[in-house]
């Protein structure tokens, strides 16, 4: 009998440790599980789902701005493209992500995006390294748009020299498919803002036929982009900015 009482006895005393062991386990995890972050803590968690696709069609088309280097202001006209995506949204049959997208010419994902946007007035530049990516991105079937926001045609022109020793740009003549892929544009691109009241000039480089780059001079379409109030542009010059942002990116996805 008494052995049977040493029995029980060392039985409950097995089972108190193995409780007590589980609680301990409970607790700590309870209490790494309380100490770890909260996701929005996280350093960098909110870019990164901002850069994830916002568009549940996979192959919804995506404009991206060119975070370009130089100190030009590269994000000038923050509600340029937002605006143009909605106007193709409404307009055309095109799957489009109405959210802009940002990148630089060394980020992983330039490979991405086929159609690029870069614009402002000051000094861009890129280095023998972008210069490079540049080059492969073009000859691999991406398209830029640069929109000469007014400032940029001297420097942009001596960038393009180098980055093209080969071939110079051209003017764009006035019967290229740019001009009436979506709508008519038979007198060339439309002049939206005075800047040296010269005519608006479309230049590009062509590679195998195709124009991978297209450089906008005296017309500033995308200030025409922007919300009226920005400029106060009539309703007119608006439309034909837009219209003209649209014949840019049905080029640049469809020849």
Known sequence: MAFICILLCMWFNVLKISVMVVLIVLIGTYTLLAQRPNRSDI??????????????????????????????????????VPNLLHFIAENTDFPVDTNEHVVTIEDGDLFRYPFLFATGHGLISFSTEEKERLRRYLAGGGFLFVNDSYGMERNFKKEIAELYPERGLVEIPLDHPLYHCFYDFPNGPPKIHEHDNKPPRGYGIILNGRLVLYFLVESDIGDGWEDPQVHNDPPELREAALKMGVNILTYALLY
Not at 49 to 64: G, L
């Open 43 to 80: 350093p960098g968690l909110s870019a990164m789902q901002k850069n994830q696709p916002s568009h549940p069609d996979p192959s919804a088309i995506r404009v991206t701005r060119l975070h370009y280097s130089g100190g030009g202001d590269w994000y000038w006209g923050n509600s340029s």
